[in-house]
Structures are given as structure tokens and as C-alpha cells.
């Protein structure tokens, strides 16, 4: 059985930081890339960063570029995303992505951030 864990969000201040994590089992075939997307209400899931398996290559938003870093574990099967210098405007549902090299995609559960004073 597929599963993907999420943890580490929650409320934070503006300036404040988190750290989400992402840690994958069950899944048979290789991984190609893993990700973090985001949802608030009324929106579309956008995509936030990405690092693939192999090589390392790094996607980031506009929106999160500098403030935010993905890197992974192989050994563990886990990605993670440090976010610095949160803003309200990061305030959404975070869910981790996994796609495999076979086109299969598994979706987290989300977790939840806000970023209020």
C-alpha cells in the first residue's frame, strides 16, 4: 500500500519559518521526481518546487524563489521544503506530489500552513 506522510506544517508569523517533510513508502516502481504543490480555497493546486530523483534539477516558483529550498533523501524515500521568510500569502493546504518513472503520480494528504500574526 502506497503512502505518503506529510508533516511539519502549522501556524507561524510572518518572517517566521517551517519545515514540511514527505516521507514515501510502498510504492514498488522508481521514483522520478518528487514535489510539493499547494492549494487555498476557491484556487488550483499549484506547484510549488520540485527535485527530480536522478540529477538533482530544482523547480521553484517565482513566488518562492529564494525563500523556499527542496532537497531529498533517497535512502529514505523523503523530500522535504524548508520555507524561510514565510508571508500570509503562503497561507494554503501543502501537499506533497510523487511521480514515478513509469508515469504513476501519488498525491499526500496535506497539511496545513498559515502564516498570521
Known amino acids: 500500500q502506497v503512502q505518503l506522510v506529510e508533516s511539519g506544517g502549522g501556524l507561524v508569523q510572518p518572517g517566521g519559518s517551517l519545515r514540511l517533510s514527505c516521507a514515501a513508502s510502498g510504492i514498488i516502481f522508481s521514483i522520478n521526481s518528487m514535489g510539493w504543490y499547494r492549494q487555498t480555497p476557491g484556487k488550483q493546486r499549484e506547484l510549488v518546487a520540485r527535485i527530480t530523483a536522478a540529477g538533482g534539477y530544482m523547480y521553484y516558483a517565482d513566488s518562492v524563489k529564494g525563500r523556499f529550498t527542496i532537497s531529498r533523501d533517497n535512502a529514505k524515500n523523503t523530500v522535504y521544503l524548508q520555507m524561510n521568510s514565510l508571508k500570509p500569502e503562503d497561507t494554503a493546504v501543502y501537499y506533497c506530489?510523487?511521480?514515478?518513472?513509469?508515469?504513476?503520480?501519488?498525491w499526500g494528504q496535506g497539511t496545513q500552513v498559515t502564516v498570521s500574526s
Open positions: 506530489r510523487v511521480l514515478t518513472t513509469n508515469s504513476y503520480i501519488y
